[in-house]
């Protein structure tokens, strides 16, 4: 079946600094959608950023990501980190084929001053 | 945007009890999701429906039963609530049109099994 792989659990950053968490994924689907969800406290995910596109870099909020097929990655980077990104992120994938969504076990970032 | 909306917003039970977790979409979605959440494990699918009286088995559905009623309205049973079902659960919905199916998701739950 499918997967998706978030290698960092938690990631701690300094104000200013970038930020790239990564994900990597696997499907037998040829054209999945890579999405980026994001976690505050106390709240419910939503999505930050989504991609069906090879190659090609899709950007909101400051935060960017370009899905790679070749390399089964959909890497989530941000120049300067800011203290009021500090939250829980989720990369997920969408087969398209039977909608069961699969969610990495996702990455905690806490930025600091 | 879409409105996910669920009920309770916080319940304790004891092991053995009987739950019944509700939610409702307002936006004609197709899909309906119900997912678990807990800390190292991330969000884990335990049911879906792609409509009424649809279900599809999710990846930990151990211990769940669930039941799609309407278009809008999503139901997760635990009939004998055990300790290791204390969670936060989150209820989706998605439109799931040309294949793409972004989560709305509602408030979320927290459940106490003692």
């Known amino acids: 079946g499918d997967s998706v792989t978030q290698t960092e659990g938690l990631v701690t950053l300094t104000e200013g600094l970038p930020v790239m968490l990564n994900c990597t994924y696997q499907?037998?689907?040829?054209?999945?959608?890579l999405f980026w969800y994001v976690q505050h406290l106390n709240e419910s995910p939503r999505l930050l950023l989504k991609?069906?596109?090879?190659?090609k870099r899709t950007e909101h909020q400051g935060f960017h990501a370009t899905l790679h097929k070749s390399s089964s990655s959909f890497h989530l980077q941000k120049s300067s980190a800011q203290l009021s990104d500090s939250a829980l992120y989720y990369c997920?994938?969408?087969?398209?084929?039977?909608?069961?969504?699969?969610f990495g076990k996702g990455t905690s970032l806490v930025v600091h001053p | 945007e879409a409105a996910v909306t669920q009920s309770p917003r916080n319940k304790v039970t004891v092991t053995g009890g009987n739950v019944t977790l509700s939610c409702r979409q307002t936006?004609?979605?197709?899909?309906m999701y119900w997912y678990r959440q807990d800390t190292g494990h991330g969000l884990r699918l335990i049911h879906y429906?792609?409509?009424?009286?649809?279900?599809q088995i999710g990846d930990v559905p151990d211990g769940y039963k669930a039941t799609r009623t309407t278009q809008e309205d999503f139901f997760l049973l635990l009939e004998l609530a055990s300790p290791s079902q204390t969670s936060l659960y989150f209820c989706?919905?998605?439109?799931?049109?040309?294949?793409?199916?972004?989560?709305?998701f509602g408030p979320g739950t927290r459940l106490l099994v003692l």
């Open positions: 989706a919905s998605s439109d799931g049109a040309q294949g793409e199916d972004t989560q709305y």
């Open positions: 499907t037998i689907y040829s054209n999945p959608f």
């Open positions: 991609s069906f596109t090879d190659n």
């Open positions: 997920a994938l969408s087969d398209g084929g039977n909608y069961k969504p699969t």
């Open positions: 936006n004609s979605h197709n899909y």
């Open positions: 429906s792609y409509g009424a009286g649809n279900l």
